[in-house]
């Protein structure tokens, strides 16, 4: 069926033409003062050659009524199945843009909406190139959020009832609600998609798919378990992955000094009294867990004597020889170097536990994380509580020692500080007992970079527990190697990613949660022994891939054992791990895009924010590389993030968060939040230079608005100058068209090979500035003003009107096509108003491709041709300057009154493309490009005494004079062009002579008394 018409149709002639045209003076356009005031307004109706005048006529309004237009325009596209055809039928390549999974959690915003918009664009853009860009959506569905969302929805005991099933069942709920909502949103945005067929992370076949990627990284011996630190949230009893965590500015640790006592100074520390070696740490608590004190083996250091206020006096500690000057001021001692030593001499000294004294420990030599630059130069070790300190700890066979439970309380282990919560008691007794000891040199509060759960707030540690690992030092020289061989925009893009990839550590790929994926592992009851085979695994996906992973928390263990192993199920309990979400939305390479038909693997372009180096792009590209040793994406592309327009991150506890449904549909006061629709939008998405962060706001968005309005004003005046043109009737050959018309072509060619480059390299807001520059300064500053008097004046037939309407024809098919990915319902819609469904079946704009530029154009059109055009313009600038001297000393009112002479050095410069005087053809005449009744070429003598004047060096045309004087005769009733030869007609005494054979031809005829009047008028 045919896109349903817009309902306005408007029946009278209007006034027509975008609304910053600068109005040439013509009948019916006259400027707004004039139809503003009663007498003049009256006088245009009253004239009788108004019904000669050819005014444009279109049924697309300047109004767009989008929050009718839109959607109707949206259900017309999925009726027709157009996105659907197209992606399946284009002749051309695939192309797959690949989605990231927004997590299906609460409400869209801003970021949501710019990052669909511009995945949407550049689809559109490929879909008119005639590739076949299917694009596939998705959402990111398991993971904490939504299991804390879940569980603060309800009472404390009841979230104690909950079995792992019945949470699952709400959070599946949650998802699923939010994904609805969401959709309808992102449809709303315009963007053409498989809406009813999107992938979710907790769909079966995705699970199978993920287990599947997981399943052979295990077989590639990429997986493996491990008690190893990990960032740990006691608020949430969970491993927490580096995308998880956030470092709020302002943290306050209380670090502290300690002195522990040296049991054996291997002959390197030698005094008569005690001596001690300085630690410094910021997590006192983790002093119980402390194995070693580690020194960096190239720096120097001292044992320092004591002295001054306070105790350790005559006793010596050792720090690094740098720190002697800073720490004496610091601890409010006086520090005396009294020997000294590199760091690796050190190595076989021992001390004393500083809280269980029994134990007698190494100092070792640590790595280049040890430094002067805070501290004393040696590090307190406690290898289950940081990660140098585990690597450390690994080669000298320390023990991973972790007294800390998953509740962040000291266990027994830690003996008398068990039960205490590490991060509040816990740390106040270690610091009490040190104190007591006289361990404690000193306490001060310290501010830095702490790592808090970004869901819950509240600050993490690092403990060791066991956890299955992805081993990214098995690949990571391969994982470089795809980084290298992928394309970063922006740039930046390459270091970000490169240096994350390079410095991670291992990934711990599992979590204590239940709303998950399962680790498909199984343990012994007795020896707590995992047992996870290529069997066992492919087996739990079958079974997943039938049932969902519901069924590893419901089906019995021997249900889910393969048939050789179902025996060992009263052996065996079933792992209660889930997987890391990034492992979930990093496997949608396998999922999705290595699966659908319409898609491929590796996918053209990944598109998000770029807080995604760290997230999605990296997580997917290590999934990517681990199974199948290449990158999952050729390109990414990210876009930053969106500031208010004071340049404020939006927040919803700031209250400057706009929403775009809001946007979109309006706001509830209309007036204040106006309905923009869809299409600014995407216009304001188009606009900026999304790699940045970029701002948004209530005044950005009405200058959004301004734009849209301009480009749809150019587009009803192309419209509405074409209704009475049939193209294969009444074009013009391109030979045979005026300069001006060849002119604005070459101008057209050149912007359209710009849009289309601009739009191949992802730089929209160049498409943006192009198609601005374009509709405002060449169309509506120009060539409309100039061809008003063609196509309202002159003949329906005449050839100089045709002419005009070919140029404009090419140019409206170019221009929709242009805007059609950003703004697609604009194009759609006065597509649709273009073609008249006469041919029975409308196609949408969208089927009939990308429209490029004619080479003619460009090929026939000489550099000659652009450098005469050129100096047309500088002179028009002089001449533009005359006019208003003229005007503001009352020579002239508008430009049509005035008679322009010019002297110019070498007027050869310029007839190249126009002619000063009568020109065969009628249009490429100075007095139509300036708009004035005459041009004349004149001496400088003549040019200079004319009652206004200017004269001015002008680039490439040398001396240029021009004068203004009254044009001669009087103002022709129909074309307000002044003439002599007004009034020589006795039937129409108030024509000049172009509009005598116009109105002729008609047969039209004044009334007798009309007649009279006029020559009346005519006599006075
Ligand atoms: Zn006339």
Not at 284 to 303: F, K, L, S
Not at 384 to 394: F, K, M, N, P, S
Not at 927 to 949: L, M
Not at 971 to 994: F, I, T, Y
């Amino acid at each position: 069926m045919p896109l349903p018409r817009q309902r306005m149709i408007f029946r009278r002639p209007m006034p027509c033409g975008p609304e910053p045209f600068r109005v040439g003076g013509l009948l019916w356009a006259a400027p707004r003062r004039d139809v503003a005031s009663g007498a003049k307004a009256k006088a245009q109706d009253d004239n009788p050659y108004r019904e000669t005048v050819t005014l444009p006529q279109t049924a697309f309004s300047l109004r767009a009524n989008s929050a009718v237009r839109e959607p109707e325009i949206q259900r017309w596209w999925a009726e027709e199945g157009v996105y659907g055809d197209l992606w399946a039928n284009n002749p051309g390549e695939v192309f797959t843009l690949h989605d990231g999974p927004p997590y299906a959690n609460g409400d869209l915003h801003m970021g949501h909406a710019m990052n669909k918009i511009l995945k949407d664009v550049i689809n559109r853009y490929q879909l008119l190139k005639g590739r076949r860009a299917r694009f596939v959506p998705g959402w990111d569905a398991h993971g904490l959020p939504i299991e804390l969302k879940v569980l603060q929805s309800m009472p404390r005991e009841r979230q104690l009832e909950l079995t792992p099933i019945k949470l699952r069942r709400k959070a599946r709920d949650f998802a699923q609600k939010t994904i609805d909502a969401q959709r309808e949103q992102f449809k709303r945005y315009g963007v053409w998609a498989d809406w009813e067929e999107p992938y979710v992370t907790m769909q079966p076949q995705y699970e199978a798919a993920q287990l599947g990627v997981f399943g052979r990284m295990v077989a590639k011996g990429h997986i493996y378990r491990g008690r190893k630190p990990v960032h740990w949230s006691p608020s949430s009893q969970t491993a927490l992955a580096e995308a998880e965590l956030e470092y709020p500015e302002g943290h306050t640790s209380r670090s502290c000094y300690v002195a522990l006592e040296v049991v054996d100074g291997n002959g390197v520390i030698r005094a008569d009294g005690p001596s001690s070696l300085a630690i410094w740490t910021t997590t006192p608590w983790t002093i119980p867990a402390n194995r070693a004190v580690a020194v960096n083996p190239e720096i120097d250091y001292v044992a320092a004597a004591v002295s001054g206020e306070g105790g350790r006096e005559g006793g010596q500690i050792v720090v690094a020889a740098e720190l002697v000057g800073r720490l004496s001021e610091k601890l409010g001692k006086q520090l005396t170097a009294v020997s000294a030593f590199k760091g690796r001499d050190l190595e076989g000294v021992t001390y004393r536990h500083p809280l269980f004294p029994d134990k007698v420990q190494p100092v070792i030599l640590g790595g280049d994380y040890i430094t002067t630059d805070a501290g004393s130069g040696l590090v307190h070790t406690a290898p289950g509580h940081g990660q140098e300190d585990y690597q450390v700890a690994l080669k000298y066979g320390l023990e991973i020692f972790t007294p800390v439970d998953d509740n962040g309380v000291f266990t027994e282990a830690a003996g008398r500080f068990s039960g205490m919560a590490v991060l509040k008691e816990g740390n106040e007794a270690v610091l009490a007992e040190l104190e007591q000891q006289g361990l404690l040199i000193k306490e001060e509060p310290y501010v830095h970079k702490y790592p808090y759960d970004w869901r819950t707030k509240k600050p993490v540690i690092f403990r060791a527990t066991e956890q299955w690992f992805a081993s990214v030092e098995g690949f990571r020289e391969e994982a470089l190697e795809a980084i290298k061989s992928t394309s970063w925009m922006p740039a930046s893009g390459f270091n970000r990613i490169n240096g994350m990839v390079e410095g991670r550590t291992d990934w711990c790929i599992s979590r204590q949660r239940r709303w998950g994926v399962p680790i498909p592992a199984f343990y012994d009851v007795q020896t707590g022994e995992p047992l996870m085979t290529q069997e066992t695994i492919a087996h739990i996906a079958e079974v997943v891939r039938k049932h969902g992973t519901d069924a590893w928390w419901q089906m019995p263990t021997e249900d889910l054992l393969p048939e050789g192993l179902k025996e060992r199920a009263g052996s065996l309990k079933k792992g209660q791990d889930t997987m890391d979400v990034w492992f979930d939305s990093g496997s949608s390479w396998a999922a999705v895009a290595e699966k659908l038909p319409g898609l491929r693997y590796p996918a053209d372009l990944y598109l998000e924010g770029s807080d995604q180096h760290r997230g999605w792009f990296q997580s997917s590209l290590l999934t990517s590389v681990a199974v199948n040793g290449k990158s999952p994406y050729g390109a990414v592309l990210t876009h930053g993030f969106i500031l208010d327009e004071s340049g404020k991150k939006m927040s919803k506890s700031v209250g400057n968060v706009l929403d775009p449904k809001v946007v979109i549909e309006g706001g509830k006061n209309l007036k204040k939040e106006p309905a923009y629709g869809a299409d600014v939008l995407r216009l304001w998405v188009a606009a900026v230079d999304y790699t940045n962060d970029v701002i948004f706001g209530p005044n950005i968005l009405k200058q959004t608005a301004e734009v849209y309005r301009k480009i749809r004003g150019t587009i009803r005046f192309l419209l509405g100058s074409l209704s009475d043109f049939d193209a294969q009737q009444h074009s013009v050959a391109y030979q045979s068209l005026p300069s001006l018309d060849r002119y604005i072509l070459g101008r057209f060619h050149s912007v359209q090979m710009e849009l289309d480059s601009a739009y191949s390299s992802y730089q929209f807001s160049k498409v943006f500035q192009g198609i601005q520059r374009f509709v405002i300064v060449d169309l509506s500053n120009f060539y409309f003003d100039v061809a008003k008097d063609r196509l309202y004046v002159q003949g329906r037939s005449s050839g100089s009107r045709r002419a005009c309407q070919t140029a404009m024809h090419h140019i409206l098919a170019g221009l929709l096509s242009s805007i059609a990915p950003i703004l697609p319902h604009m194009a759609e819609d006065a597509w649709s108003c273009w073609h008249s469904p006469a041919d029975g079946r409308r196609h949408s704009i969208f089927k009939n491709g990308w429209r490029a530029p004619d080479d003619e154009w460009r090929s026939q059109w000489s550099d000659d041709d652009v450098l005469a055009w050129e100096h047309v313009f500088r002179l028009r600038e002089v001449v533009t300057k005359a006019l208003e001297v003229a005007r503001e000393n009352k020579l002239i009112g508008a430009p049509l009154e005035a008679k322009v002479l010019i002297h110019m050095e070498d007027p050869s410069k310029i007839e190249r493309a126009v002619s000063f005087g009568p020109n065969a053809n009628g249009v490429d005449e100075l007095r139509y490009i300036f708009i004035t009744s005459s041009v004349e070429k004149t001496t400088e003598d003549a040019a200079g005494q004319a009652p206004h004047c200017v004269s001015v060096d002008v680039q490439g045309l040398g001396r240029v004079t021009v004068g203004v004087s009254r044009a001669d005769g009087r103002k022709c009733a129909r074309c307000w062009n002044w003439s002599e030869q007004v009034g020589s007609d006795g039937r129409h005494p108030q024509l000049c002579e172009r509009c005598l054979p116009v109105v002729e031809e008609m047969g039209f005829e004044l009334p007798p008394k009309t007649v009279e009047d006029s020559l009346v008028g005519a006599k006075s």
